[in-house]
C-alpha cells in the first residue's frame, strides 16, 4: 500500500504518483506507478481529513499497439487516501 496525497493542481501541472485533486470540479489521481485515472465515472466520497475513498475501484487500462486488446496499467484501491493495488 502507499499513503496518497490530496493536491490541488490546474491543467498545466501534472499529479504526481500517489496523488489526487480536483480540476474544474472533477476527480483525478495518479495511482502508484505513475498512470492517470479519470475518477469522473467513479463515486468519490471526500473524508473530514481532506482525504477521499473511491469507489468502485480504479482500473487503469490502454489498448495494444498491435493486436488491440486491453492491457491493465493498475487496479486497485483508494480508501481514506491509502492506495492497495488488487
Known amino acids: 500500500s502507499m499513503i496518497g496525497k490530496r493536491r490541488d493542481f490546474t491543467g498545466s501541472e ?4 500517489g496523488e489526487y485533486g480536483r480540476l474544474e470540479g472533477q476527480w483525478y489521481a495518479c495511482t502508484p506507478n505513475g498512470n492517470l485515472a479519470n475518477l469522473t465515472a ?3 466520497a471526500e ?5 477521499i475513498t473511491v469507489s468502485p475501484s480504479i482500473l487503469v487500462s490502454t489498448t495494444s499497439p498491435n ?11 483508494l480508501e481514506r487516501g491509502v492506495w492497495r493495488s488488487c
Open 42 to 44: 467513479h463515486e468519490v
Open 47 to 51: 473524508h473530514e481529513d481532506g482525504t
Open 67 to 77: 493486436k488491440g486488446t486491453r492491457v491493465e496499467l493498475w487496479h486497485g484501491y
Open 14 to 17: 501534472r499529479l504526481q504518483a
